[in-house]
């Protein structure tokens, strides 16, 4: 029975004899007793946040590829998609009456994917600083602004007879620009993994590929229509 008391009391006073070392007063038991409890305290809520309460390394790399998927499709692929049949289908008479709904459905998955990918960025910068640099922080800021506005002016697209209709058809080109070169940026900027930057890489090769030709025969049509308005200016000059 002696025994048992001993191992029972050595295993109470071991644990806490670096604590009880640092006091020679019997009347500083109280604070050691506050500083046994804060230490159990803070062992309770690290273990509460390893449960999952806050994100794990594994976690933030798992958000993180998301968040740059869904920016690389939305803001990265559907985005530039849109802008190209904008430029380019209207020139092709099978794609004449089509362009405009295509161009609204490429720039409306885009947006809704990238603001979703974007909802995300917010939610790792909020569960850490660290995961968010102040490039990519002011790269997002930037392209999810240009971004709104550019929806805000499809969405009030004014009418083809307002006198300055033309200089929107401008502002609103500019604008859908400068996004995508603000995009291309975030991206390379925000995505960890080697092999989606490699991925998108491969996707801006093929819109290069693509685009060329396609920039080649508008300015041939271009010219061509213009050369068509002035011999039928010429011939109703001639006829007159």
């Known amino acids: 029975m002696t025994l048992s008391c ?12 670096p604590i009880h070392a640092q006091f020679s007063s ?24 390893d449960e999952g ?39 092709f008479p099978p794609f004449v009456d089509v362009w405009f709904k295509c161009h609204i459905v490429c720039q409306t998955l885009g947006y809704i994917l990238g603001t979703v990918g974007w909802s995300i960025w917010l939610y790792l910068g909020m569960s850490s600083k660290l995961l968010v640099s102040k490039t990519q922080s002011i790269l997002s800021i930037i392209a999810f602004t240009f971004i709104n506005l550019q929806m805000l002016g499809t969405v009030v697209r004014l009418q083809k007879e307002v006198w300055y209709c033309k200089c929107w058809n401008i ?29 998108y890489v491969g996707i801006l090769v093929v819109f290069s590929v693509v685009v060329v030709p396609l920039e080649i025969y508008r ?16 011939w109703n000059r001639e006829g007159s």
């Open 53 to 91: 309460h806050i994100l794990t390394r594994e976690s933030q790399r798992h958000f993180q590829n998301v968040y740059g998927i869904l920016i690389l499709i939305g803001w990265g692929t559907l985005l530039p998609i849109g802008v190209m049949t904008a430029r380019y289908m209207r020139h």
């Open 219 to 234: 300015c041939k049509f271009k010219i061509l229509l213009h050369v068509a308005m002035i011999n039928h200016e010429l």
């Open 26 to 49: 019997c009347n500083e038991l109280s604070h050691v007793k506050k500083i046994i409890f804060f230490e159990f305290d803070t062992k309770i809520n690290e273990n509460y946040k």
């Open 171 to 199: 502002c609103h080109h500019l604008l859908g620009y400068a996004i995508i070169g603000i995009v291309i940026v975030n991206i390379f900027a925000v995505l960890q993994a080697e092999t989606l930057k490699r991925v």
């Open 6 to 17: 001993l191992i029972i009391l050595l295993g109470l006073f071991i644990p806490f004899h």
